[in-house]
């Protein structure tokens, strides 16, 4: 709020919050979708009956309403989430009404706080009013810390327990701020024929906490959550980690979707984006793909890669969504990026496509040769002329989109029929070559 912190700030942030909670074991799932679930277990040491209980050091962004508190011979009574904390702000509304001194480069004023919204409005000892313009601030020193103020997110409880000592109690809750995504490397050979695909994950930690050896699990797939009425908190800046050495992590079908669990402990601090392998390097054969949709590019040529996610093949994981960087070595054997794409979640042994990018080399164009109406029915023919100036022989997929009623009358060669509303050709142009296809089609009005 003001130029420089209050004097007597930093000390306020050293005060620790009493609570009678040992932290023992954290465990976090991160799901895809702005979302984690939290699970800590920690040493509660009880006095019989009942008894008022801190922990702090919970998620900020923490859903109240979620928290699930549990140990034996332990009821809970009530239960509070205080997030108002320490801050000029949060000071300067506790100290309304009292008195404090602004410092400023040339004195130091003393008054009651009346107002702090556009600047420090002071009533002063002799009755006058006092305006001190924020700017002119130095620092701001306040009698004592403000009654109900943390220095960290902290759940309370009211417990009733029919025990004394030392017990484990577990306390779960979900928090947003928290998400995960995929990216992969595919390196393709000089010879476009295998591809070395290695996968990462990018964890965001912006909740509010840190979670010191957790054990850590990823849950890919789309989960539908309740719409929310209201969100606290903003997206702060994030800090960014150098990767993890790759461990590999193990996966399992959970419910309808997939749970990648890291095989070792881990530490999620707030506001960094943590990089862990998800697997191993793994080599798969790969087609490269030449595509020609006149609907979408009337030019231009796509270049895909495709390959299989089988264990066959070298993969078979299944594989959660994210961006694939293609890489290729050239002449001097440095990497160079050859394309960007997406994934979706993929199953294992499903098919994967990746487009790269736009043929250099390879030219197509259709023009339109003919239209007549004949009858409730109209005829239209087309011809596409495929060049390939480069200097192998290449396989170019045609595809065409129609709408409504149609058929193909005449095609100067075979083609297949997809679906309602595509048709495609394979055509084969041999290096530095001309090949021209034509056909009809009818529309039936």
Not at 171 to 181: A, F, I, Q
Request: net charge negative.
């Amino acid at each position: 709020m003001y130029t420089r912190l209050c004097r007597l700030l930093p000390a306020l942030l050293l005060l620790p919050v009493v609570s009678t909670f040992g932290q023992d074991k954290t465990a976090v799932t991160v799901y895809n979708n702005d979302l984690a679930v939290v699970r800590q277990v920690r040493a509660l040491e009880l006095n019989r009956g009942i008894g008022r209980y801190a922990f702090d050091g919970v998620a900020a962004q923490i859903d109240p309403t979620s928290v699930h508190f549990k140990a034996k011979g332990v009821s809970v009574l009530e239960q509070n989430f205080d997030y108002d904390l320490v801050g000029v702000d949060a000071l300067t509304r506790r100290f309304l009404g009292e008195w404090i001194d602004v410092h400023t480069e040339d004195e130091t004023i003393r008054g009651t706080l009346l107002s702090s919204n556009d600047g420090i409005v002071l009533e002063l000892e002799d009755g006058s009013v006092r305006w001190v313009d924020r700017g002119a601030v130095e620092s701001v020193s306040f009698p004592r810390l403000a009654e109900g103020l943390d220095t960290r997110p902290t759940l309370r409880w009211l417990l009733d327990s029919e025990r004394q000592g030392s017990v484990d109690a577990e306390l779960s809750y979900l928090t947003s701020g928290m998400s995960w995504e995929a990216s992969y490397v595919a390196t393709v050979a000089k010879d476009d024929k295998t591809l070395d695909l290695a996968g990462w994950v990018q964890i965001d930690n912006r909740s509010g906490a840190t979670y010191e050896d957790a054990d850590l699990k990823l849950l890919a797939g789309d989960v539908h959550r309740a719409p929310q009425e209201h969100m606290r908190g903003g997206r702060p800046m994030a800090s960014f980690e150098a990767a993890d050495e790759a461990k590999g992590f193990q996966q399992e079908q959970f419910f309808e979707y997939h749970l990648y669990t890291l095989p070792r402990a881990v530490t999620l601090k707030d506001r960094q984006v943590k990089q862990i392998g998800l697997f191993e390097s793994a080599s798969t054969p790969v087609e490269k793909t030449y595509t020609y949709e006149a609907f979408r590019n009337a030019d231009r040529v796509d270049v895909s890669l495709v390959f299989t996610n089988s264990e066959k093949a070298g993969l078979g994981m299944p594989l959660p969504g994210g961006k694939v960087r293609v890489m290729q070595a050239a002449s001097d054997g440095s990497l160079q990026l050859v394309g960007e794409d997406r994934i979706d979640h993929t199953p294992r042994d499903e098919e994967i496509r990746l487009t790269v990018g736009k043929a250099f080399d390879i030219v197509c164009e259709r023009k339109q040769t003919d239209s007549r109406s004949i009858g409730q029915a109209r005829e239209q023919s087309y011809e596409v002329e495929l060049r390939n100036r480069k200097e192998e022989t290449v396989t170019i997929t045609v595809v065409e989109r129609f709408r409504g009623d149609w058929t193909v009358l005449e095609e100067s060669k075979a083609g297949t029929k997809l679906d309602a509303g595509r048709y495609e050709w394979q055509v084969k142009v041999p290096a530095d070559k001309e090949v021209i296809m034509t056909y009809k089609v009818r529309w039936n009005r």
